[in-house]
C-alpha cells in the first residue's frame, strides 16, 4: 500500500513557475514507478509526466515538453513537477500516481496508487 500526498499547488499568474510535491509513504517508493496527471473542470483526467523506478527514464505530454520537469528523490521518498512558463490552459487539480512497475506510460489505468490532486490556477 502507498499513500500519496500532494503540495505546492497554489494561483501564479501566466509566465510563472511553481513546484509541485508529492510525498509517499512506505519503505518501497523506489520500487514504484510515478506518474502527474491533471483534471481541469468539465475535463477528462490527462496524462502529464513519468518517470521510472530509478529516474533515468522519463516522459511528459506534448503540451508541457520543454516547460515542465518531472524529477524523484527515492531518499525522501518524494516526486517533483518543476513548473515553469504556466498558462491559463495548465490550470487544474494536478494528481501524482504510483505504478508498481519499472515505468508507466500515459493511461492511468496503469496507475495502482493516486493522491487527492492539489489545485493550480494560472492567472492571464
Known amino acids: 500500500q502507498v499513500q500519496l500526498v500532494e503540495s505546492g499547488g497554489g494561483l501564479v499568474q501566466a509566465g510563472g513557475s511553481l513546484r509541485l510535491a508529492c510525498a509517499a509513504s512506505?519503505?518501497?517508493?523506489?520500487?514504484?514507478?510515478m506518474g502527474w496527471f491533471r483534471q481541469a473542470p468539465g475535463k477528462e483526467r490527462e496524462f502529464v509526466a513519468a518517470?521510472?523506478?530509478?529516474?533515468?527514464?522519463?516522459g511528459c505530454a506534448d503540451s508541457v515538453k520543454g516547460r515542465f520537469t518531472i524529477s524523484r528523490d527515492n531518499a525522501k521518498n518524494t516526486v517533483y513537477l518543476q513548473m515553469n512558463n504556466l498558462k491559463p490552459e495548465d490550470t487544474a487539480v494536478y494528481y501524482c500516481?504510483?505504478?508498481?512497475?519499472?515505468?508507466?506510460?500515459?493511461?492511468?489505468?496503469?496507475?495502482?496508487?493516486w493522491g487527492q490532486g492539489t489545485q493550480v490556477t494560472v492567472s492571464s
Open positions: 512506505g519503505r518501497t517508493f523506489s520500487s514504484y514507478a
Open positions: 518517470i521510472s523506478r530509478s529516474g533515468g527514464r522519463t
Open positions: 500516481a504510483a505504478a508498481n512497475t519499472y515505468y508507466s506510460g500515459s493511461s492511468h489505468d496503469e496507475y495502482d496508487y
